[in-house]
């Protein structure tokens, strides 16, 4: 619950102590003799009730001061270096309302999320960066499979108001062709690019838009020193992707498709040190269809599974989902002659 509301509340409690108050003053007349002791003490309670509030709103006001300090504090250390990016990225660098105020912050997040023009982009963007909005410290890369950023997509982000960068990643061409194509992985490469060339600490994680994350995964694992790995729901007919712990260490992986990789694991479930990876600078994300994840893991060599960090109360919990939405149609064009000059010319607008 952010500050503000919990303010709010609180005000709240104190109007409805007050009002209990003047309610009681006002009806004792039509109510029989009362012992004056007990409601002297009575009174005295409803005194140091409304004392307490008002020395925590007092407390939260202090609080909040220290939060505008951080918050100018975070936008200055937001501002990065672009000269990597294409002239077509765009860049804004700015807090979220959600800025905590431990001092000092705590280690910075890169989100990377791969996006591409569909019917459900908006929805799970729009999904995504609110969850993404209560986590502090956080920066988010938003690489879509296009040309040029989707203007919808950047008036979005904006809104939502994370510290972002909207930038562009095309799949090669010659894989457009292929009946399985190597999805996301142009735009998680454009990713670790820009990491590389903007980033010195924290930790990154590939966060897919159509996922669902509890916040406390963000929090476990922004501590990461190479790489940590967690449960992911909702993946193949064993219902979950998870390392396999005994005695506190990964003795192997339980997931419904092994395919003769070393590391069977979603994209959800790791996150990786930005100083780890800049010691590994020849790894990438390879154009393999299913062995994505096995092959960015496997370039970040060496890497033993004792050197793994195991989150989510050591692979107990699950805090990530693999959640998929419905495909949808492309919307149907609009009837110009019959609705021009119409609120659906501007909806029209916005769907694929």
């Given amino acids: 619950m952010s500050i503000p509301r919990i303010a709010s509340l609180q005000q709240q409690s104190i109007s409805e102590v007050l009002t209990t108050s003047t309610t ?79 001092n000092p912050p705590p280690p910075p997040l890169y989100i990377i999320t791969p996006t591409y023009r569909r019917p459900e982009q908006l929805a799970e963007l729009t999904r995504l960066g609110y969850t993404l909005k209560h986590v502090v410290n956080l920066y988010w890369l938003v690489i879509e499979d296009a040309e040029e950023p989707t203007p919808q997509v950047t008036k979005l982000l904006q809104k939502i108001n994370v510290p972002f960068s909207h930038l562009v990643a095309q799949m090669p061409a010659k894989y457009r062709k292929n009946k399985v194509k190597p999805r996301g992985v142009s735009n998680r490469n454009r990713g670790l690019e820009w990491i590389r060339a903007n980033a010195s600490d924290g930790v990154l994680y590939f966060a897919d838009d159509d996922n669902t994350y509890d916040v406390e995964i963000f929090d476990e694992m922004r501590y990461t020193k190479k790489v940590s790995m967690w449960p992911v729901g909702l993946i193949t007919k064993f219902g979950v992707s998870s390392p396999i712990v005994k005695n506190g260490t990964v003795v192997g992986f339980y997931d ?91 909806l029209r607008n916005i769907l694929v």
């Fill in 24 to 102: 009681i003053a006002t009806t004792s007349t039509n109510l029989p003799p009362i012992d004056k002791s007990a409601n002297n003490n009575k009174t005295t309670q409803s005194s140091a009730n409304i004392k307490k509030l008002l020395i925590s709103n007092q407390i939260l006001s202090k609080n909040n001061l220290t939060k505008q300090s951080l918050t100018t504090k975070y936008s200055q250390e937001a501002s990065m270096s672009a000269q990597q990016n294409s002239p077509l990225d765009i860049n804004q660098n700015t807090v979220n309302s959600f800025t905590s105020s431990i």
């Fill in 256 to 346: 419904g498709w092994i395919g003769g990789r070393k590391y069977p694991v979603d994209m959800a479930s790791f996150s990786v040190s930005v100083r780890f990876l800049l010691s590994r600078p020849n790894a990438s994300m390879p154009y393999k269809p299913g062995y994505e994840e096995d092959g960015f893991l496997k370039s970040l060599s060496p890497l033993k599974l004792t050197e793994i960090e195991l989150l989510a109360s050591n692979c107990t919990e699950i805090l990530v989902w693999h959640t998929q939405s419905k495909k949808n149609p492309n919307a149907m064009s609009l009837d110009m002659g019959k609705y021009n000059n119409t609120n659906l010319v501007h």
